[in-house]
């Protein structure tokens, strides 16, 4: 198939999609919405299906491992769908007299979604309900590799579509395998692009001249100050970094602790699985994790044995490590360690003083991350504001396992999602976690109310008492 033969398959299947949705919005109701979005989460949720897709996802993308994948698929899902339970997305949202403005929930039309393979089937089904619940259509595309489980996905999504009537035009996908100029073509085309993964997609999309939600790179930061529980820190941490082979881009990449409890903090840390690696090897750890100063794709989302023994570290650490921290001090280019790693591998920072952390802390995402997200694990009850204050980013996450905290968790209030918005430190158009609201958009009838007009002198009397008429 060539080019020109590609690109009108994607605009037949759009153009199908099109009128799948005119369909189900000239239809619709909020059960009809309600149920479609149900049939889609029950697609991924029901076990058997769960285990496939998650086993197809490491098989086909060699990402992660089966068992947290198949913790994903299911508590992201339930998640989400308890964030929509009851969300009102068709009909009239509110009708206030006072302000003589009735809001009425409309669909976007058809969404264009490109998805990663980090989160093959977890992803997708979240963007699908959320286009569903709000009465869209949508089109999938994803990753070269993560054409399989997203056409498995799609599958198993038809066929509870088949138990509810539903057309299979409103979920579909690129035609695989998939190219960039599928991407490009999709991104032209839909009503709203919606882009987690790739970064050079989600400029891509900025610039398509569709209305684009992107998210940015993570290269998430905690503090450990001198009042944490080190125990529980590092507890959390382990289970956060090591959580499906850290493919998330929630997954801790440094870790900053001050200098009065950092021994007794790596101490805690080789009891829950970390090992520490001196920082005379970093220069060794670097070689083999950045070579050709690109990372090691034998090293991305692997096993914590494999990724031991591909950076020659058999002889470093103790047997049973679930994830290693490499001692540094160096932030920037010139310090890949600095960066996002998407590895079993953090970078561990010893500071002078809290205040000392901040700055590092600081520095990190001025070189990566800016936007995503921190963590703190302190006592302090007034550090957390503090650094929402100071620092470039849209989340701190406090005494919690980030990668469970920051897309949501039952425990917290964020919205379930896995796709996390970076404001305009990331570049990017959200500062939320994107989640159903950003799926539908509003009608507002305006009709007029008795005036409420203002006097100069009202709106100006303090400021002439200050600065003068």
């Not at 970390?274 to 090691?296: D, K, Q, T």
């Amino acid at each position: 198939m060539d080019g020109s033969d590609r690109i009108g398959g994607v605009d037949r299947l759009f153009e199908a999609a099109r009128r799948a949705q005119a369909r189900y919005e000239a239809e619709g109701s909020q059960d009809r919405y309600d149920r479609a979005a149900q049939a889609a989460a029950w697609a991924i949720m029901e076990p058997g299906r769960n285990r496939a897709l998650a086993e197809l996802a490491v098989r086909t993308t060699g990402l992660g491992n089966v068992a947290d994948k198949i913790t994903k698929n299911h508590r992201k899902t339930l998640g989400l769908m308890r964030d929509i339970k009851g969300a009102r997305t068709y009909g009239i949202l509110s009708d206030d007299p006072e302000t003589g403005i009735t809001t009425i929930a409309r669909p976007l039309g058809v969404i264009g979604a490109v998805v990663p393979s980090t989160n093959p089937a977890a992803t997708p089904a979240n963007n699908i309900v959320n286009a569903l619940k709000c009465g869209s259509a949508i089109v999938l595309s994803p990753s070269p590799k993560g054409v399989a489980c997203c056409e498995a996905l799609l599958g198993y999504v038809h066929a509870e579509f088949a138990k509810i009537g539903a057309d299979p035009d409103l979920v579909q996908m690129v035609p695989p395998p998939g190219t960039k100029a599928d991407t490009q073509r999709l991104l032209e085309l839909c009503d709203l692009a919606v882009v987690t993964g790739s970064q050079d997609n989600v400029r891509r999309a900025y610039s398509s001249g569709t209305p684009a939600m992107g998210v940015g790179a993570g290269n998430v930061t905690v503090i450990v100050d001198e009042t944490a529980d080190l125990a529980d820190a590092s507890a959390k941490i382990a289970a956060s970094k090591c959580f499906d082979n850290a493919t998330s881009c929630s997954s801790e990449n440094a870790i900053v602790v001050v200098d009065a409890v950092y021994d007794a903090f790596v101490a805690a840390l080789a009891d829950a699985g970390g090992a520490v690696v001196p920082a005379a090897r970093e220069a060794e750890v670097v070689a083999r994790l950045f070579p050709n100063g690109h990372l090691n794709r034998e090293v991305i989302a692997q096993d914590a044995d494999v990724t031991v023994a591909a950076l020659g570290l058999g002889d470093a650490v103790p047997a049973g490590t679930r994830f290693v921290a490499v001692e540094t001090a160096g932030i920037g280019p010139e310090h890949p360690l600095s960066g996002e790693k998407l590895s079993l591998v953090a970078a561990l920072y010893r500071a002078r003083d809290y205040d000392d952390a901040v700055a590092i802390t600081r520095a990190i995402l001025d070189h990566q991350g800016a936007g995503h997200s921190v963590g703190l694990h302190s006592a302090v009850e007034a550090r957390p504001v503090e650094l929402g204050r100071v620092l470039p980013t849209c989340r701190v996450i406090v005494n919690q396992a980030h990668t469970f905290a920051t897309g949501g968790s039952f425990d917290n209030g964020m919205p379930f999602s896995l796709s996390m918005g970076c404001g305009s430190w990331g570049g990017n158009s959200i500062d939320d976690n994107l989640h159903w609201r950003h799926f539908m958009q509003t009608t507002k009838i305006v009709r007029t109310i008795p005036a409420r007009e203002p006097s100069v002198e009202e709106i100006f009397e303090g400021y002439w008492a200050e600065a003068g008429r």
